[in-house]
DNA sequence: TAGATTGTTAATCGATTAACAATC
DNA sequence: TAGATTGTTAATCGATTAACAATC
């Protein structure tokens, strides 16, 4: 019912419990059950019923009254809906100790993503091996991109450098950034950009940590 | 007025912003400025300047109206806030490549985090250097935890041993666990978990990019 | 059938944003 | 003083949770 044809997005909460959803259940179809009810998830994941159904009915599953869902069939649905059962290939820019370890981390292959090569500036880094993958010049990134149809950047590059990097990538072609820079990155509205702040989460940490050991 | 005398605790949304400001502020300040008003932070992070306001208020900073707040003062009041002006000592488990690179990444140093020493439970990995320091076996973590006063665990083992990893720093007298294993941690109510789920943030990313080449 | 569970509509809750008085 | 900015109270918005009818 919407005169463009788009439908509403997804929240982002939702979006970010499909995975933790799908974890619990692959390991309950892999230990040989056939179907699940919303309250056996909750009681897992301490995850409001209510809550939990809403969030699956978005990748488009039916469940059965009494019954509760196809456990093939919702994981099945979870991974499509999220894009893991497809793999597209992305360009990392900066191989340091973060970007060779996600070069290296050959789980995300499973997970809809594949790190093709990897780049960087530093000319001592050029031409390395990471992981069986040659670092090229980060000169290369947009060329390369557009030629191998890559559409997915990561960035983890210090924090000065990442906007930089982000516009290689922008003109490039590559349409969704995740971006480990502790920093706010500019693009177009059509480029999609996904922080994963790592000092955000260690600030929080930290902060709750002094909080409780002061107060307990 | 409360009467366990307890601060309500600080919303998860603020605390995750402030080591964005906390980023933009410093790049400021490097830059000599000596005061910068919510509206100079909203134009360049595209926050709502009352936002910004009652984010920085926790810190319990205050402003001068119609100048802004004193730079010097507000990065210190949000580093002290976020415990970034203190060191903790922390423990990790798990010496993959996700771990290795944590150790590895010397910047934490500086915000209020030091890896002390990896352990891990595969003998092929034990008693090898990573990045300086020696691969413990895993089970020699609780005693060293109490020993050494660490209260900070980080686990990047892979997800079935998580739980497992997270009971034995529990059992260290370990009170705050930074997760990236992609499952839900069981830990006592005083003990804080965080997670890092890599695999929310390229779902979202994946899905996003889908609707938008499939709707652009 | 009775009971459990789904799917959906309504109520609640918390976070964001708007309005505005206080202040330098 | 006038104007800009803070700090705070009120309104809005969106996400979570509760209520309940539909269904197997």
Known sequence: MNLKGHQRAVPEP??????????????????????????????????????????????????????GYDLAELVDAVETFLGWNSTRKAFLAGAGHLGSALVGYGRFNRYGLEIVAAFDRDPARIGRKVHDREVLPITKLPNLARRMHVLIGIITVPAPAAQEVADLMVQGGIRAIWNFAPTRIEAPDDVIVQNEDLYATLGVLLQRLNTTLREG
């Open 14 to 67: 939702t979006l970010r419990r499909l995975p933790v959803y799908h974890h619990m259940l692959r390991q309950c179809l892999d230990g040989g059950m056939e179907t699940v009810s919303c309250s056996q998830i909750a009681d897992e994941l301490h995850y409001d019923p209510t809550q939990i159904r809403k969030d699956l009915a978005v990748t488009g599953i039916k469940g059965r009254p009494k019954v």
